[in-house]
Structures are given as C-alpha cells and as structure tokens.
C-alpha cells in the first residue's frame, strides 16, 4: 500500500504497509477500507476466534537490551516494608541539606546487599542501572555514586546500636525468635596495600593464610537459628579471647542482664573468662582442650553414652565441685576424618624421609 503526497518537484509515493500474501477475507477487508465504506468497516475482537495466525522469526536477529533485575528488588522491599525499616531510618538518620536522604541511600545500601553482595563501587557502576530499584525507590540511576553510598554508610554507622535493638524486637515479634542461647565467634577479613587509613588494621592471625596482609577482625553474635543479633569490629592483632567480657557487656548493655547461654570455641577459653562468667551468673557452652580428656578416661571407656543423631554419640561428667558439666562426644565421622588426616600427615612424612634417604645415599 502507497500513500501519495505533494511536493515541490511534483507528486509522489511512499509504502506505508506491506500486504504480501493475503487469504480471501484479508483482501475483502484491504478492498472495503479502500473503497471507503464504512457501513462494512469494524474493529476486529482482540481474541478472535478464528484460526490464530503465526509467522516465522529469525532468532539470530534478535537480541534483548538493557534489561533490568525486578523480582529480587521487589522481594526485598516488601521485606523492608514488613520491618517497617524505612519509618525507622527517617526517624533517626541526620537531615540536612542533602539532594538524597540518608535513610533513602540507606535502603539503596540494603537491597543492593540483599540482592547481589558487593561493594559499594561496583553498585554505583553496574548493580544499580541493572536492577528496577530506581523505580521502586524513585532514586535516578545518575544520583547512585560510589562518594554518597560511602557518605551514607557514614551517617549510618551512628545508628548502629539503635538498629540493632530496633531489628531485635521487630524479628523477634514476627518470628517468635528467642534469645535464651547465643552462639559467639570471631572471623577476619584482610586488605591489600598499607592501609594507612585504617587504624585498627594490623597484622595477626589469619584465617585466611595471609600473614602478609593486615586485616580487622569481625566478632558476630547470632541466636541459634542463626538470625545476627550483633556484631563488633575488633583490631586484626587482636586475641578472639581477649573479646569475650567486651561482647557479653555490650549485649547486656543494649538488652538486658537477661539468663542466657553462651556457645563459644576453645578459643574463647582461658580462665579469665571462665571466671568473668561466672561473676555475671551467666551459663556457657565452651570448648576445651584436649588434654581435658586425661581427666576422663574412665568415663570414656564405661558406658552410658546417649546417641544424639546417627554417628554421635554424648555423655554428661559432673565435676566434682558442681559448678561445671563437662559434655563429652564421640563422634564417627569426626574419627574417620582425623584417622585420614593422620594417613595424609604420615604419608607427607614418608615422602620426605625417602627423599632425604635418596640424597644420602647419592
């Protein structure tokens, strides 16, 4: 089809539809609208009944562009919503003269992590465009930098008990959490470079396998489903031991002097600690060392063990004073895997001794 329009060098004509092969009712229609009859002229149904048409796509020539992550973003808000986090970051967080609140870059923060953990310059230079949160937040892409998501966890960090106490009570109300046992560790994370900045990098032990890297380390206190409770940020040279009677203070401080039951690894223990604990009536859970079993060899070899869950088995000692139990375990898959620890260690051994025989003997 051809539309005609006027020029100054005269008429012409330009396609403004293709036709191609059309069945009977195809040109039946074509011929109406062109003879301009509109007593015969209506709008088809948009579900037709008749027999559906197709055509044939050449896939290769197809391509989808700039498209952006949606369900997650949602997921997460509506999360947010159910918190009522946002209400409570207007509530405490600064305002000044910023273009952007921040309680809003706040939730930028949150998402982004709930969404696809990663640093704050890569949200501001590829996560963010990606993902529908301009629109679900109503931030423009071009306001999302790397310098205000830094500005904002700077005006965030202030907050930090009060969200903390704030996200205990309201999960604690939605999901009917309990708090009575607590499980306490402490992990690390290390830098690249001099870290000249940071004060309370330094080098010590890594659990990473990088001695040569300052890092901080991270004390993390969680309930024992696993929901976070609270967190600290301690110097990288700084004993996990030395932590405790700062960490139980700080709970105690923020939710009360409540009877709880603290869980911590051997490496917690020293009997500083222990006595700490004590003063406070406080229970625990804490790992010994294995030269504690010399003291109960005979309890080892008698019988009474309690079958927990196939493969372990446990055992309460009394001490003879009362004021501890020692909570012995036997463990199947803990034996087998020692015993191929033990195999690998000895063969690295072999290995060795035989080469210093062949140098010998060379």
Known sequence: MVESYRTERGPRQRVVAQLGDMDKCGRMGVKEVAGGNDDHIRQANLFDDSKPRWVEVDTSRIKVERTRFFGGPWLGLQILGKLDLSQFLDSV?????????????????????????SSELYIAEHLYERTALGDLLGV????????????????????????????????GDLFDLEYDLLLYDVTSTYFEGECS?????????????????????????????????????????RNDSTTVAEIVESIESKHG????????????????????????????????????????E?????????????????????????????????????????????????????????????????
């Open 257 to 296: 002097s409540a009877s709880r039951i603290w869980v911590m690894d051997r490496g917690m223990v020293s009997e500083e600690n222990i006595e700490f604990l004590k003063q406070r009536s406080q229970r625990y859970i804490l790992g010994t060392s294995k030269s504690q079993l010399r003291r109960f």
């Open 93 to 117: 967080m600064p305002q000044g003269r910023e273009e952007i609140p921040w309680s809003m870059m706040s939730l930028v923060l949150v998402l982004s992590r709930v969404c696809d953990p």
């Open 197 to 237: 900045g940071n004060s309370q990098a330094a080098r010590g032990y890594s659990r990473d396998h990088r001695p040569d890297c300052k890092q901080v380390c991270i004390a993390l206190v969680v309930s024992k489903c696993g929901m976070p409770l609270a967190y600290e940020v301690f110097d990288g040279n």
């Open 298 to 362: 005979r309890e080892l070899l008698t019988s009474g063990w309690e079958t927990i869950r196939d493969g372990l088995e446990v055992k309460l000692c009394p001490c003879p004073d009362g004021d501890e139990t020692f909570i012995l375990c036997r463990s199947a898959d803990r034996h087998e895997k020692e015993k191929a620890m033990h195999e690998r260690f000895e063969k690295r051994i072999e290995a060795g001794l035989e080469k210093i025989a062949d140098r010998l003997l060379r």
């Open 140 to 171: 423009p892409v071009g306001k999302v930098n790397d310098d205000r998501l830094y500005r904002a966890l700077d005006a965030l960090l202030p907050q930090k008990s009060e969200l903390e106490k704030y996200l205990k009570g309201r999960l």
